[in-house]
């Protein structure tokens, strides 16, 4: 199969936008799971922990997975994977509607459309790159506000709909509309040409040195005869094959490869190469393994890039509550539902699609360092966490729910963060090992939080933890790429080469 150049345009502006919509409606429900928390709190009685494993695992399981996300997309294509990401999203929604305890929720919600979110969201970022080249971070960019307006706009949808439907009405509403994601997926046409038929390969290009045991023998056997013996030039062989194996065999006399062939088997001979072919490939699976345990050793000995796992880590752990636990923590500080002229979780999406595009924007310009860029988003967003204790009307709230998801729009420079540590060549080792770590985060951030709940009954020591957490991951990222570093190893002075001196004894 031979893929066309990336058109940078064309049908692939459709690809952006199809690709838009279905970020928007796939992960327009699990990012604003903080209006249907409220609702699980309320009609399974269960503690603040436990129900919020629900949202946690919808935002990292799709994260967890990745490796195998990757891996079903390389293997089937960006079109069936978005095809049936979207049975998956839509059933997991709508089998929710029918849940009758928490534990239901947590593998229909949390398991079923967060393996649905994190095929898709590998699917649309993967066929986008195909499209696109000289345009891609453009194209990139567009198409991820697609999950920031949907959490803006499914905030308010949703609870609307739980207004009027009840929360198993709302359920399967949103469920329905996630359907529109096979539309989306039927117009992703892959960028690929299977007009020109390709020849197919000979046997020794598909399976190189199988023969090599067999020339070995032919070898020794033309050695042991009399060659010369009644062969004339007519003898000779003219074939147009290439010089290989085949020709070598084509070229004996028939009474040689007769006698060849009498002493091998064609049955035998089959399984020795069969068994030579395993072997062969099992030995470099073993090396691909080796070089990928090697690479990874190799960056973790990068000081920033253990610094930086660290951080992501404790960013997710301490950084994700918040888009899930804002309305419940003005619920619990006394803000009535009336003085809400919008959701906080819809103030957190927009203001993280602002703040992915200015971000990039400013991650553009040469005078800025984006890893110090990186480290005073996290920085401040552990101080914004440790205010919301303090704050005890909408007006604050929203203030802080609008700080923090513009800090959230951090994700669109982590790739440049990554890309800065490591160099572009291990760009996808690294960011694979990191995004792992993130889901971790994803997955632990509001269960501690509100097991911290369960414990005081108040949401004070939560978010000071949180705020704590996330501090830290900045610090330790800051001390690590502090640029003293790099002047000390400069300073230090290289070992001088042990050198051995040998005399020569004299015979005289």
């Not at 066309?4 to 919509?21: A, H, L, M, R, T």
């Not at 059933?91 to 967060?114: D, E, H, K, R, T």
């Not at 023998?217 to 030039?233: A, I, P, Q, T």
């Not at 920085?379 to 005890?392: H, N, R, S």
Request: aromatic share 14%; hydrophobic share 45%; proline share 5%.
């Amino acid at each position: 199969m031979e893929f066309q150049k990336s058109p940078d345009g064309g049908w692939g502006w459709v690809i952006v936008v199809v690709s838009f919509f279905t970020q928007f409606l796939c992960y327009g429900s699990p990012l604003a799971v903080g209006v249907l928390y409220i609702e699980w709190l309320d009609a399974f009685g269960e503690g603040k922990g436990k129900t919020a494993w629900v949202g946690s695992l919808a935002s990292g399981v799709g994260l967890l997975a990745s490796p195998v996300c990757s891996v079903c997309v390389s293997s089937f294509g960006a079109r069936p994977v978005t095809i049936f990401s979207g049975f998956l999203v839509a059933g997991g929604l709508m089998l929710s509607s029918l849940a009758p305890n928490i534990c239901f929720l947590l593998f229909s919600y949390g398991i079923i459309v967060g393996l649905g979110c994190g095929l898709l969201y590998t699917a649309t970022v993967t066929i986008t790159c195909q499209y696109f080249d000289s345009r891609r971070g453009l194209a990139l960019g567009l198409i991820s506000t697609g999950s920031s307006v949907g959490l803006f706009i499914y905030a308010a949808l949703q609870k609307v709909l739980i207004e009027f439907y009840g929360l198993d009405g709302c359920l399967l509403i949103v469920g329905a509309l996630a359907l529109n994601i096979l539309a989306c997926g039927s117009l992703m046409r892959p960028l690929q040409s299977s007009d020109r038929c390709f020849p197919e390969k000979t046997a020794p290009e598909i399976v190189p040195d199988t023969y090599s045991m067999y020339n070995e023998k032919e070898k020794s056997l033309e050695e042991n005869m009399n060659l010369d013996r009644g062969y004339g030039s007519e003898d000779k062989c003219n074939s147009p094959l290439p010089n290989s194996d085949w020709t070598r065999e084509t070229c004996l006399p028939k009474n040689l490869t007769a006698a060849a062939h009498t002493k091998e088997p064609e049955p035998y001979k089959k399984v020795v190469e069969q068994t030579y072919f395993c072997k062969q490939l099992a030995k470099r699976k073993w090396q691909l393994y080796r070089n990928y345990c090697g690479e990874t050793v190799s960056l973790f000995k990068n000081k920033v890039f253990s610094a930086l796992f660290i951080a992501i880590l404790l960013f997710d752990i301490g950084g994700f509550p918040p888009s899930l636990l804002m309305e419940d923590v003005a619920r619990s500080s006394n803000v009535m539902e009336e003085d809400r002229a919008m959701p906080l979780i819809s103030i957190f999406g927009i203001m993280t699609a602002v703040g992915k595009l200015l971000l990039g924007i400013l991650a553009d310009f040469k005078w800025v360092n984006t890893l110090y860029l990186y480290v005073a988003t996290l920085i401040i967003t552990g101080l914004a966490l440790c205010a919301i204790p303090l704050a005890k009307s909408y007006v604050t709230l929203a203030i802080l729910s609008g700080i923090l998801g513009f800090l959230t729009g951090n994700w669109s420079i982590f790739p440049y963060v990554t890309t800065k540590t490591v160099g572009i060549d291990k760009l996808a080792h690294a960011y694979g090992i990191l995004m792992f770590f993130a889901g971790l985060g994803n997955s632990l951030g509001p269960p501690i939080v509100g097991w911290f709940y369960d414990w005081t009954q108040t949401y004070d020591i939560a978010f000071y933890f949180s705020g704590f957490c996330v501090l830290l991951g900045g610090f330790i990222l800051l001390f690590a790429a502090l640029p003293c570093w790099d002047t000390c190893n400069k300073r230090l002075p290289k070992p001088v080469p042990t050198t051995f001196f040998y005399k020569v004894a004299s015979n005289v």
